[in-house]
Nanobody
Framework: VQLQASGGGLVQAGGSLRLSCAASGRSFSSYYMAWFRQAPGKEREFVAGISSSGGSISYTDSVKGRFTISRDNAKDTLYLQMNSLKPEDTAVYYC????????????????WGPGTLVTVSS
């Protein structure tokens, strides 16, 4: 599956952005999808994940209550609604997919998009 993230940009603290990840190739609806992020000088980290049906969702603690992951299997698209953004949310955001169930680990995901930069100014 090929992935392409979009929607990043520059926003002030407290603002919102919506990231999208368009998928093409094999059946999107059969994949577990996730958002990861990588801040400058830091390792890539799990942000949020959603099961193939959308019935199971996970978030890292730092974004709970602020970010919402969703998917539209009819449109082969994954979303990340980010509200109440903080400067520490500044990072390159990546969408990723895997054939099996939830995983928090980068190496468990074989498919990655090229990333989209989110910059939150204070």
């Amino acid at each position: 599956v090929q992935l392409q993230a979009s929607g990043g940009g520059l926003v002030q603290a407290g603002g919102s952005l919506r990231l999208s990840c368009a998928a093409s190739g094999r059946s999107f609806s059969s994949y577990y999808m996730a958002w990861f992020r990588q801040a400058p000088g830091k390792e890539r980290e799990f942000v949020a994940g959603i099961s193939s049906s959308g019935g199971s969702i996970s978030y890292t603690d730092s974004v709970k209550g602020r970010f919402t992951i969703s998917r539209d299997n009819a449109k082969d698209t994954l979303y990340l609604q980010m509200n109440s953004l903080k400067p520490e949310d500044t990072a390159v955001y990546y969408c990723a997919s895997r054939s099996f169930s939830r995983s928090y680990y980068v190496n468990d995901y074989p498919y990655w998009g090229p990333g989209t930069l989110v910059t939150v100014s204070s």
